[in-house]
């Protein structure tokens, strides 16, 4: 008995498959009927001697994709048929009138064979019920082991079902589909069964993974394992807990996906069935009718995979392959061909431009989903075990080099900016020599979390050399990138430490950012740009965040800042200049009323500033009263102001607002909350409210 069988009213992956065929047939049957139009169009033309070489052209297309589809949709005699009506099209010698009658007689018989030969469609597929993600099958009829697993396994976020011999796990996949299995090889001495099992669930769409528990030295049960599609081994006395880990691994891996394909071929029909039959496996595909648009789809979609049909009008997948493999971005990105030509020249020149592998037309489900998962799956193991950095479970230089890249390519593309952020752990060597190297691996593993928590998903971020980290940031500006890297290293200063003999240490990191195009229009450019400023911001003090292009001490020589605080409280002028200057702002702080009007007004003002963050209380003359005054002379026109009071009046308010000011806030408050107004302030144009 199969494990469709056991199933009950499940429906069958060949069924499923068929049910697919059927559905895209009923959608774009017309379609076919509109091929067919045309290869009379061009027979007619040809009996009365007019066929033009345009028409000729376009009927060889059509007969090309009736040849390529009928088969999969279930009209073997219409695709030869079609296949030799565009060879006689496709031939180099002209028509004559003899021609023209077999031809149309073959597009008759052609028209009479979809009718004669539609296959039945399938049933639709019953539904099931739905995964939850995270649920476990274990089978195996050790007690201990599974007392332990169902204890251990909440903690782990899974949900578990045993089962103690293989009927009893068929009947729980038919309830409720796993999202990984735990087999013990050894169950009830039923190896043979545990094998085809295992091979059943490999084959499914999608598969189901399987780990299997078998002994240390049991070589050939590993070799038979592996051939059935099992996913990894365990041996025999590992700990509940190692389980587990192992389980979670897996479901990690599979967490990584969708992959994403990029399937090319100019017949919209096979476009919808690949899209239908890799659907179920997670995947996500992009289809493209036109190869000349394919470099463009390839750019901003950044596929996973390839799937090219080879004949295709103005540029055949032979040729768009050879252009992949030319380019250095994406020589290694995995192309899997779809031809109807199965000659042994046509396969070696596949091969020959660079092809990883090929699917005959018509289209099997099974065989063209297994074989674009296999080519997936070990693209991903050589990329997990080539482009990650083993420590912190980033991307290493290499393979983050290339994301940035691509990134890069697509702001110069669709002109948009990029941003790219160094960050240097502060004396690692100190720290490894100090507290020992476990402590500073600490370090870096902690430093790669906090990236992944404060950073986008669509970012890319690297581990480049020792204590440096990279990160690319699309569509985000200086600014930006410096307020990102300022709550990184934030996070990282508060973070306390414990080395192996107990002792307590924190840790300050710098960073620096460079902006494309600004500071350069490569990633070498960049990259040194954004490396200047991260020295900068480290001969500035711990913990500081710099931009390209900023200049030390330029407050002093300019007189012009972004910021100037007015506030006479130091504990709390001395924590916002901290955090305005860690997020790269030039900042002037003053502490009397009257020394702000002077230094403000007058003919010849000694500081200009962008914004003032202007406290009510002051010695001197109060926050209303310099308002009042910057009003009068045109300084708010110029300069905005956000207001700082202890008291909240609705009349205050209201003043500070007529008076010009561009915002209010009252103490006491969140320092993020204001950094973000005075974002706002800085970032909206002049006139603007």
Request: with cysteine; net charge negative; hydrophobic share 40%.
């Given at each position: ?41 061009a ?37 030869r ?65 599974i ?11 899974l ?53 299997v528990?078998?002994?240390?030295d049991a ?26 880990d ?68 103005e ?50 489900g099974d065989e ?13 193991l ?19 080099a ?8 697509l ?48 970012d ?99 007189q ?9 409280d ?17 900042t002037?702080?003053?502490q ?26 002051l ?52 320092v ?18």
């Amino acid at each position: 008995m199969t494990l469709a069988d056991s199933q009950g009213e499940e429906t069958r992956p060949q069924d499923q498959v068929l049910a697919l065929v059927a559905q895209i047939w009923e959608q774009g049957k017309d379609k076919i009927v509109a091929r067919i139009d045309t290869l009379d169009q061009a027979t007619i033309e040809l009996l009365g001697g007019r066929l033009e070489a345009g028409m000729r052209r376009e009927a060889e297309r059509e007969a090309h994709k009736l040849a390529g589809s009928l088969t999969t949709f279930g009209f073997p005699e219409g695709s030869r048929l079609a296949r030799d009506i565009e060879q006689s099209f496709q031939a180099d010698s002209p028509l004559g009138p003899r021609d023209a009658l077999h031809l149309s007689e073959k597009v008759v018989t052609l028209r009479q064979a979809l009718e004669r030969e539609a296959t039945q469609p399938a049933s639709q597929p019953s539904s099931r019920p739905p995964s939850t993600g995270s649920r476990l099958l274990i089978i195996d009829d050790d007690r201990e082991v599974i007392d332990r697993l169902s204890a251990d396994a909440p903690a782990k976020g899974l949900d578990t079902e045993f089962a103690s011999n293989l009927a009893a796990a068929r009947e729980a996949i038919s309830r409720q589909r796993p999202a990984v299995v735990l087999l013990n090889l050894s169950i009830l001495g039923a190896k043979a069964e545990c094998l085809a099992f295992i091979e059943e669930l490999a084959r499914g769409n999608p598969p189901i993974p399987v780990l299997v528990r078998t002994p240390m030295d049991a070589t050939l049960d590993r070799v038979q394992v592996a051939k059935a599609g099992g996913r990894g081994f365990l041996p025999h006395g590992l700990p509940p807990p190692l389980l587990l880990d192992a389980v979670c691994g897996v479901l990690g891996q599979k967490e990584t996906l969708p992959a994403k394909v990029l399937a090319v071929d100019d017949d919209p029909q096979i476009l919808d069935l690949l899209k239908g039959l890799l659907d179920p496996s997670g995947a996500r595909i992009m289809g493209v009718s036109h190869p000349l648009e394919f470099w463009n789809a390839l750019e901003d979609y950044a596929p996973d995979l390839v799937i090219l049909d080879v004949d295709m009008p103005e540029a055949s997948g032979i040729e768009l392959c050879r252009a992949i493999r030319s380019d250095p971005r994406w020589s290694g990105l995995p192309v899997v061909f779809l031809t109807s030509q199965r000659d042994p020249e046509t396969i070696h020149q596949l091969f020959l431009a660079g092809a990883d592998d090929y699917v005959s037309k018509p289209l099997v489900g099974d065989e063209m989903v297994t074989r674009v998962l296999n080519r997936l799956e070990r693209t991903r193991l050589l990329r997990s075990s080539g482009e990650t950095d083993a420590l912190t479970g980033l991307s290493n230089r290499q393979q983050s080099a290339r994301s940035l890249d691509q990134l890069l390519g697509l702001a110069q593309l669709h002109s948009q900016s990029f941003c790219l952020g160094i960050v240097d752990v502060d004396s690692l060597a100190e720290i490894n020599q100090i507290h020992g190297y476990p402590a500073g691996d600490k370090v870096l593993r902690r430093l790669a979390q906090f990236l992944h928590g404060v950073f986008r998903s669509e970012d890319v971020t690297g581990r480049w050399d020792g204590p440096q980290f990279v990160i690319g940031m699309y569509g985000m500006t200086k600014a930006d990138g410096v307020e990102r890297l300022s709550q990184l290293l934030e996070s990282m200063w508060w973070e306390v430490f414990t080395n192996a003999g107990g002792f307590k240490f924190q840790v300050s990191c710098g960073a620096g950012v460079a902006e494309y195009p600004a500071n350069g229009t490569d990633l070498t450019a960049l990259s040194q740009s954004a490396h200047q400023a991260l020295m900068q911001a480290k001969s500035q003090g711990p913990h500081r965040v710099l931009p390209a292009g900023w200049l030390p001490g330029q407050e002093a020589l300019s007189q012009k800042v972004d910021v100037l605080l007015v506030d006479d409280d130091e504990t709390l002028s001395s924590l916002l200049l901290h955090a305005l200057e860690n997020r790269g702002y030039t900042t002037r702080w003053l502490q009397d009323g009257l020394e702000t009007v002077e230094a403000l007004g007058g003919a010849n003002p000694t500081i200009r500033a962008s914004l003032v963050l202007l406290d009510v209380d002051l010695p001197g003359l109060d926050g209303i009263g310099v308002l009042r005054r910057m009003a009068r002379e045109g300084i708010v026109g110029q300069t905005r102001v956000i207001m700082v009071t202890r008291r909240t009046s609705e009349e205050e308010v209201l003043t500070c607002l007529e008076l010009g000011a561009f915002d209010h806030i009252s103490k006491p408050f969140s320092v993020p909350v204001l950094l973000q107004r005075i974002k706002g302030a800085l970032r909206m144009p002049k006139g603007d409210v």
